[in-house]
């Protein structure tokens, strides 16, 4: 592979990785606002927390289909080649996406074990 298309592929799997930590965030305060429900002494502070756990699964969302449009950089095309259907183009941006829901989920799993 050359140089870019290297650059491209470790850029999307620091994507992932970003995505899986905001993932993580984000299950962490869904866990958190669930515990505290009903507690008198956290009701102030769930609102927030629901705020957060907004924020991070925003973040972990647009991450991983950033890190699917990332993969697709760098790759080398043929002057003389026609270009693709839309259709095309669709179907290799899913496969991207399968690839980065892949990828972040081996991450959310590494991290789970890691600091469990």
Known sequence: MRAKRWLAVLT???LMFGSACFAGLWMNAIGRV???I???????QIPKLQWYGTLWESLAIALLFIAAFVLGLGRRVP???VPPAWSTLVVRFLVRVGLSIIGTLGFVFLLGFKFR
Do not use: C, F, K, N
């Open 79 to 81: 002057l003389d080649d």
């Open 34 to 36: 669930s515990g505290w």
């Open 12 to 14: 999307a799997i620091a």
């Open 38 to 44: 009903g507690l008198p002494q956290y009701e102030s």
